[in-house]
T-cell receptor
Framework: DGGITQSPKYLFRKEGQNVTLSCEQN?????MYWYRQDPGQGLRLIYY???????QKGDIAEGYSVSREKKESFPLTVTSAQKNPTAFYLC???????????FGQGTRLTVV | GDSVTQMEGPVTLSEEAFLTINCTYT??????LFWYVQYPGEGLQLLLK?????DKGSNKGFEATYRKETTSFHLEKGSVQVSDSAVYFC??????????????FGQGTILTVHP
């Protein structure tokens, strides 16, 4: 079955560490997105990529980095510069026509 | 910029009650509109969508109509079930330009249905 796979489901980070969240899709979609979700809030866009080897900052990119070397993969690195990284992270890809976003199951990151 | 405003929650209903969750939007172009549902600890699932004015999206007893004149996309269900308890998000995406594919979300509405 086609879909979005995020891993790991739970991730714990120590202060000062960088961690990388994986996102893989087999839907053959060009566009992929990373969102952050905090309790009681909607989803906020971190980074997005509309084509391989290109990506753009979203609304809250500070303290995060991404790469898009393959169409199928869009990993997100949470760097030590991100002051409040504890959150639920969601990856998505977008079908063009008709427009529809497909989401992974999310990664819950906790700073310990 | 583009934005989505949902009615504030949480919403608590008894089983078989009527549900309405209000959603209004502002957009610079011609958006497609969506309702997504999120169950505890999971990602988002598409519930329904509408891509042009006056379209009605429907799925699993839920309905929403794209009203351009009132810039609204209210979610309704005639008889809710306990299994409908979840968080519901209204969202839009523009169908062209550099913002294409970027989803703008409302803040989400928590629905709890009691037996």
């Amino acid at each position: 079955d086609g879909g979005i796979t995020q891993s790991p489901k739970y991730l714990f980070r120590k202060e000062g560490q960088n961690v990388t969240l994986s996102c893989e899709q087999n839907l053959n979609h060009d566009a992929m997105y990373w969102y952050r979700q905090d309790p009681g809030q909607g989803l906020r866009l971190i980074y997005y990529s509309q084509i391989v080897n290109d990506f753009q900052k979203g609304d809250i990119a500070e303290g995060y980095s991404v790469s898009r070397e393959k169409k199928e993969s869009f990993p997100l690195t949470v760097t030590s510069a991100q002051k409040n990284p504890t959150a639920f992270y969601l990856c998505a890809s977008m079908r063009t026509l008709p427009p529809e976003a497909f989401f992974g199951q999310g990664t819950r990151l906790t700073v310990v | 910029g583009d934005s989505v405003t949902q009615m504030e929650g949480p919403v608590t209903l008894s089983e078989e009650a009527f549900l309405t969750i209000n959603c209004t939007y502002t957009a610079t172009g011609y958006p497609s509109l969506f309702w997504y549902v999120q169950y505890p600890g999971e990602g988002l699932q598409l519930l329904l969508k509408a891509t042009k004015a006056d379209d009605k999206g429907s799925n699993k007893g839920f309905e929403a109509t794209y009203r351009k004149e009132t810039t609204s996309f209210h979610l309704e269900k005639g008889s809710v079930q306990v299994s409908d308890s979840a968080v519901y998000f209204c969202a839009l995406t523009l169908t062209g330009g550099t913002s294409y594919g970027k989803l703008t979300f409302g803040q989400g509405t928590i629905l709890t249905v009691h037996p």
